[in-house]
Nanobody
Framework: QVQLVESGGGLVQPGGSLRLSCAAS??????????MGWYRQAPGKQRELVAI???????TYADSVKGRFTLSRNNAKNTWYLQMNSLRPEDTAVYYC???????????WGQGTQVTVSD
């Protein structure tokens, strides 16, 4: 059983920065077994991919966040991060961390954390 616990998020002014963290626990979880990443859902919109890193280590970003957001991970801690810089009001959303087991396709989601970018 894999559990994901998010931290970070909050209110920030446009142009500011935030870092989200996601810690995974479980008997079978590491960078070789799971794809890890972040999704977000803004009010009235569908959940969308923000960034994801595959088991071989390839990272993909949504076009809207390229050059501003960085996904990284600490393999020893089974934790990954989303560093968000140059935040814009349109980045306002609930952010969810995500993991998918490669062999089974089973998905896990974090509880979600609110990010609000506003004056």
């Amino acid at each position: 059983q894999v559990q994901l616990v998010e931290s970070g998020g909050g209110l920030v002014q446009p142009g500011g920065s935030l870092r989200l963290s996601c810690a995974a626990s479980g008997s079978i979880f590491n960078r070789y077994t799971h794809t890890m990443g972040w999704y977000r859902q803004a009010p009235g919109k569908q959940r969308e991919l923000v960034a994801i890193i595959t088991t071989p280590g390839t990272t993909t970003y949504a076009d809207s966040v390229k050059g501003r957001f960085t996904l990284s991970r600490n393999n020893a801690k089974n934790t990954w991060y989303l560093q968000m810089n140059s935040l814009r009001p349109e980045d306002t959303a609930v952010y969810y961390c995500y993991a998918r087991r490669q062999t089974t396709g089973y998905e896990n989601w974090g509880q979600g954390t609110q990010v609000t970018v506003s004056d």
